[in-house]
Nanobody
Framework: QVRLVESGGGLVQAGGSLRLSCTAS????????MGWFRQAPGKEREFVAA????????NYEDSVQGRFTISRDNAKNTVYLQMNSLTPEDTAVYYC????????????????WGQGTQVTVSS
């Protein structure tokens, strides 16, 4: 079983940047597809980005394409989400997720989840 802990959230002004980190423990993440999701108040959780096990393939939700970048450092057992040009619509709790069974980046099914980190973007 893998345990995921997110960090790096906070309050930022519109147009600013944040980098989220997700550090795994319990198992190496080299066998896991990793993803980021978010949930805004009153809304369902939605997919943000995903990265393949080797980090050679990524997938993004349309609204963050070109602004967010997902990356991973398997040696550090950590996945990152660099978020630029933030808008108030990006305000949400951001969750890290991992899955080893479904390697397709189009699959939104993940087995392991972190507790989330709050990102608030002020206008």
């Amino acid at each position: 079983q893998v345990r995921l802990v997110e960090s790096g959230g906070g309050l930022v002004q519109a147009g600013g940047s944040l980098r989220l980190s997700c550090t795994a423990s319990g198992r190496t993440i080299t066998m896991y597809k990793m993803g980021w999701f978010r949930q805004a108040p009153g809304k369902e959780r939605e997919f943000v980005a995903a990265i393949s096990r080797a980090g050679d393939s990524t997938n993004y939700e349309d609204s963050v394409q070109g602004r967010f970048t997902i990356s991973r450092d398997n040696a550090k057992n950590t996945v990152y989400l660099q978020m630029n040009s933030l808008t108030p619509e990006d305000t949400a709790v951001y969750y890290c997720a991992a899955d080893s069974l479904r390697q397709s980046l189009s699959s939104r099914t993940y087995r392991y989840w972190g507790q989330g980190t709050q990102v608030t973007v002020s206008s």
